[in-house]
T-cell receptor
Framework: EAQVTQNPRYLITVTGKKLTVTCSQNMNHEYMSWYRQDPGLGLRQIYYSMNVEVTDKGDVPEGYKVSRKEKRNFPLILESPSPNQTSLYFC?????????????FGPGTRLTVL | QKEVEQDPGPLSVPEGAIVSLNCTYSNSAFQYFMWYRQYSRKGPELLMYTYSSGNKEDGRFTAQVDKSSKYISLFIRDSQPSDSATYLCAITTGNQFYFGTGTSLTVIP
């Protein structure tokens, strides 16, 4: 089944404790992206990657890191999480090129930072 | 200024009604315009996209773009309870994406 998977789905952590949210897609997509969704602010892009070893900042990159060492994986790293990073996070992938706009989203990761 | 603004709703309509959802955007460089639908506790899924001014129809859904006024609309005809969801407009130049805040729609049987 073609899909985007994220792990963990739910995470409660404390301020300053490094964490990684994994994202994997099995569709051989070139483009991958991370978003956070907050009430009243909508879905905002954190980072995106056009291909392996190519990453760029989105609208709200502060406090996050990403890497794209393999085509299928695009982990999101919070090196020192803070309470304002409590949010619902989505990973997405798309074909890339002219088909970038059709993004396939993962199920979401609900992160709470205490 | 946000790149895209969306009427927040929420909207509550009776089954069979015509629904109009609207967004405005600020930068004429944006080339692709999309509508995503998000059911509760799920990730968004692409509903429709267009890259030119005018109308695009797909069944009961019509996406409309007016580039001169930077206005995006989604019309839903003969709305059904299964259409109850949050609808997000989105714009992109091809790399970076900007989403509206979403409009929550409830269709009452």
């Amino acid at each position: 089944e073609a899909q985007v998977t994220q792990n963990p789905r739910y995470l409660i952590t404390v301020t300053g404790k490094k964490l990684t949210v994994t994202c994997s897609q099995n569709m051989n997509h070139e483009y991958m992206s991370w978003y956070r969704q907050d009430p009243g602010l909508g879905l905002r892009q954190i980072y995106y990657s056009m291909n392996v070893e190519v990453t760029d900042k989105g609208d709200v990159p502060e406090g996050y890191k990403v890497s794209r060492k393999e085509k299928r994986n695009f982990p999101l790293i919070l090196e020192s999480p803070s309470p304002n990073q409590t949010s619902l996070y989505f990973c997405a992938s798309s074909l890339g090129g002219g088909g970038t706009f059709e993004q396939f989203f993962g199920p979401g990761t609900r992160l709470t930072v205490l | 200024q946000k790149e895209v603004e969306q009427d927040p709703g929420p909207l509550s309509v009776p089954e069979g009604a015509i629904v109009s959802l609207n967004c405005t955007y600020s930068n004429s460089a944006f080339q692709y315009f999309m509508w995503y639908r998000q059911y509760s506790r799920k990730g968004p899924e692409l509903l429709m996209y267009t890259y030119s001014s005018g109308n695009k129809e797909d069944g009961r859904f019509t996406a409309q773009v007016d580039k001169s006024s930077k206005y995006i609309s989604l019309f839903i005809r003969d709305s059904q309870p299964s259409d109850s969801a949050t609808y997000l407009c989105a714009i992109t130049t091809g790399n970076q994406f900007y989403f509206g805040t979403g409009t929550s729609l409830t269709v009452i049987p």
